[in-house]
């Protein structure tokens, strides 16, 4: 009984959904780790760019080439 309310997101999780979303992102950008952000900017008060933030790539060594590919198309599928 419990397989139908993981299957919609209603059981026993350890993970948040940003935890989600870095992981699926993982997989879309080929193995790279991109920290989430809530805005590429920082703005002054009369809307000019203070600051840019950077947003840097790390590699991961998570899952080899093939389970890269593997896991990909099983998203795509």
Not at 7 to 14: H, M, T
Not at 24 to 51: C, F, I, M, W
Request: glycine residues 10%; without cysteine.
């Amino acid at each position: 009984s419990e397989t139908l309310s993981v299957s919609i997101g209603q059981s026993y999780n350890l993970v948040t959904p940003l935890q989600m979303a870095k992981m699926a992102s993982l997989l879309a950008n080929g193995g790279y780790e991109v920290t989430p952000h809530l805005g590429k900017d920082v703005l002054n008060q009369d809307g000019s760019v203070h600051r840019s933030i950077a947003i840097s790539k790390k590699p991961t060594a998570l899952i080899g080439t093939a389970g890269l590919d593997w896991a990909r198309k099983g998203m795509v599928e």
